[in-house]
């Protein structure tokens, strides 16, 4: 059975983060997030499930590049920056799985990682990898 993450309800108050709180803010500066309000919020609209805050590596944006996701490249059409090794990020869930099992996974922010998440990466992956694993 699938995590229950309040998918309709997005961002507000009703967001859950992989840990059960609320969901915290991910990055402003760049400004993350598949509806760019600094926060790894998903709905039914987000088929590539964003919802990992993840702090990007050299490795893993090479990575990403590597399997077809130039992230280090700006696109403002897109209104993307282009990431740099620091940036924080919402990241697809599949990707950072991907990269997960490929020995690459970027560390992230479980209090930002959107409940979303588990539907798609087990939480021992995830704490495995947190920045702040309490």
Known sequence: MPFDHGESGRGGAGARNVLGGALADCSHDPKTGFYRTG??????????????CAVMTRDFLLFSAARGNDLSTPMPEFDFPGLKPGDRWCLCASRWMEAFEAGMAPQVDLAATHARTLNIVPLYALTAHAINPN
């Open 39 to 52: 926060c790894c919020e998903s709905g039914p609209d987000d088929r590539g499930v964003h919802t990992v």
